[in-house]
């Protein structure tokens, strides 16, 4: 007999979705969470719609979290690698899609509680402990904590992290890589406004990558090589801000009141199963990808939501071939964007003209042909395939008109 249906562990965004859905469906749920959320983290997250759509089914959207976020009505790319192979720029617009926002960018500081109040509503029981050991039967999953507590259920959501024991505990192995490369992620005012459009600039270390937030302020992600990344972190706050007037090329205007920093060293990973031994991976117990085009969240989102869906109505939420129907649509989903993603980090990393020349090429197709720029917007956005149910624009299509404003 188990005492739950779910144990969720870790509470990143990921877990707390999970755990969110799952007693939004009547699931009983254990959270195993010691960090409750850290509200100095300086990055934003960029939301496409259908997470947006997600947040809205577990009540989140709109709501307080709105005043604190910025639609994203434009992206755009621009080539600063200085290559003899230099790409147009491209701007991608929602409108091309019949959209009036590509999403919501939310401070991560702000969502993570949003999440964490949102269970406790839902009834989600928690446990303030990490798990410090797992086992698994046939029939169940039992996690004990670093509190002594034991907790059994039919299924573990893993979603706690990178090096997720339990991942391990299922015996998945995992393809694991560094980049030559450290992020730097903060935030800053501009005198200038950024009319909603978020700037990738490639540079040859990486993408430096400006996202609008409320009012004229941006939060920024900027890849480094990590010696120069060290550099910029020691900088003080006036300096850093003129070396981020010098990446912008003065696009926002002046510079000033940067938020914290921190950096983050670029890694690749991803599972071989997505799920096994009654244990499932969402978020970046799965895959961990550079923060090129938004993608890590939105997809981690979308495995929670992939659950969730598989356990619908479901007797034995950790049945065989259940996971075995997560890990084909995971698979799915995840492993293409992941390889489109590190392809054009390397290009941009590698010095190789060859994969400077094909960049461009691609770029410039890009620009030029709407049909190729449109189909590539809609995969940014999603997978037009096993699109989880709460994340389809049809079932709140109504909904939605009303909650996406004309203006910033
Ligand atoms: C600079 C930057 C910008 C980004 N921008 C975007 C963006 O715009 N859009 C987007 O979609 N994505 C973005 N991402 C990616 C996004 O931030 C991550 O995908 C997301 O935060 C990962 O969430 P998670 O819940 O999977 O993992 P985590 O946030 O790492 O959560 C894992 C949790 O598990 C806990 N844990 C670990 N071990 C245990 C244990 N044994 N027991 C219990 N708990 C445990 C940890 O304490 C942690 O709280 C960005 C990433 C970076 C670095």
Known sequence: MSDFDAIVTGAGPAGLSAACLLALDGRRVALVAREQGDATDPRTVALMQPSIRLLMHLGLWPGQLKAATQPLRKLRLVDDTGSLFKAPTITFDPAELGEEAFGWNFPLGLLIPALFQRARELGVEFTAADAASVNTASDSVSVTTTVGQRLTARVALAADGRNSLLREAAGIRTNRWSYDQTALAT??????????????????????????????????????????????????????????????HGALGLVSNLGPRRLFPMQGLVARDFAKNRIILVGEAAHVVPPIGAQGLNMSLRDAAQAADLMEGEDDPGNPGLLAGYDARRRLDVQPRQQAIDLMNRSLLSGFTGLEAGRAAGMALLAQFGPLRRAVMKYGLAPSANLPRVMRAQQEAGHMEAVVPAQG
């Open 187 to 248: 935030s800053f005012d501009h005198s200038g406004p950024h009319d909603g459009i978020s700037t990738e600039h490639h540079r040859q270390a990486g993408p430096f990558t400006t996202v609008p937030m409320p009012g004229n302020r941006s939060s920024l992600v900027w890849m480094e090589r990590p010696a120069r990344a060290a550099e910029l972190m020691a900088l003080s706050d006036a300096e850093l801000a003129a070396e981020i007037q010098i990446g912008t």
